[in-house]
C-alpha cells in the first residue's frame, strides 16, 4: 500500500493551513469529537470481533470474508481521510504531479498555542491505542493462521496486516517527521549495538 518506486518522493508539510482551527479552548480531556472517535474504533474493532466469531456466527467462509475486508476498508479509508485529521491533527495521502512522480506527503498541524489548546487528551489517547494495538492483533493472527495451517485465512489476515499498518506507517510519519523517524531508528540501533559489545567485552 505504501510501496514507492525509486522515482517516488516524500514531503512533510503542515496541515492545509486555510482549515487549522484558530479556537481558544482549553487543553481537555473531552471528547470533542464523539462520532469520530466512534468509527476510529468500530470498523478495526468490528473486524477484529468478525474473524474471532465468524465460525460461530456463519458456516459461509466466503460472507465471512467479504465482511471482514468491507470492514477493514472502511476502517482504512475513516481513519486516513477523517479521524486523523479531527482528533490529532494528521494527514498522509499521495499525488502525481504533472511529470508523473509520486509523493507522498505527511502533513500535521503547525504546533502552536492555540492549536495545543484545542486538542482533546483523550481522543489523543484513543486513537493511538486503536491505531496502534489492532496491527498488533492482526499480525498475531497471521502467525497463528500460519501455524495452525488455516491458509484459506492468510489472505484476509494479510489484508488486515498490510490495510492498518499502512495507517500506523502513515502516522507515526506524520507525528515524528522523514529526518526525526530516521534518526530515532539510527540511535535506537547504535545504542543496541553499543549494548551488545559492551556486555560481549564483559563476559570475556
Known amino acids: 500500500m505504501l510501496s514507492q518506486d525509486s522515482n517516488d518522493d516524500t514531503e512533510d508539510v503542515s496541515l492545509f493551513d486555510a482549515e487549522e482551527e ?7 480531556s473531552k471528547i470533542r469529537h464523539p462520532v469520530a472517535s466512534f468509527f476510529h474504533l468500530f470498523f478495526r474493532v468490528s473486524a477484529v470481533v468478525v474473524y474471532l466469531l465468524c465460525e460461530l456466527l ?37 499525488h502525481i504531479d504533472e511529470d508523473g512522480k509520486s509523493h507522498w506527503i505527511f502533513e500535521s498541524r503547525k504546533s502552536t498555542p492555540q492549536d495545543n489548546q484545542t486538542i482533546s487528551e483523550a481522543e489523543s489517547r484513543i486513537f493511538w491505542l486503536g491505531l496502534i494495538a489492532c496491527p498488533v492483533l ?18 484476509v489476515v494479510i ?17 515524528v517527521g522523514t529526518k526525526n523517524l530516521t534518526s530515532m531508528a539510527t ?8 549494548r551488545q559489545n559492551t556486555g560481549d567485552a564483559q563476559t570475556s
Open 159 to 175: 489484508m488486515g496486516v498490510v490495510l492498518q499498518g499502512a495507517n500506523l506507517y502513515g502516522y507515526i510519519r506524520c507525528k
Open 138 to 155: 492482526w499480525v498475531i493472527f497471521a502467525f497463528s493462521a500460519l501455524f495452525s495451517f488455516r491458509v484459506k485465512w492468510l489472505a
Open 58 to 94: 456463519s458456516s459461509s467462509f466466503i460472507a465471512c470474508m467479504v465482511t471482514i475486508i468491507l470492514l477493514l476498508s472502511c476502517d482504512f479509508w475513516a481513519v486516513k481521510n477523517v479521524t486523523g485529521r479531527l482528533m490529532v491533527g494528521l494527514r498522509w495521502w499521495n
Open 187 to 194: 540511535s535506537y540501533l547504535g545504542t543496541q549495538f553499543l
Open 22 to 28: 484558530t479556537t481558544n479552548r482549553p487543553r481537555r
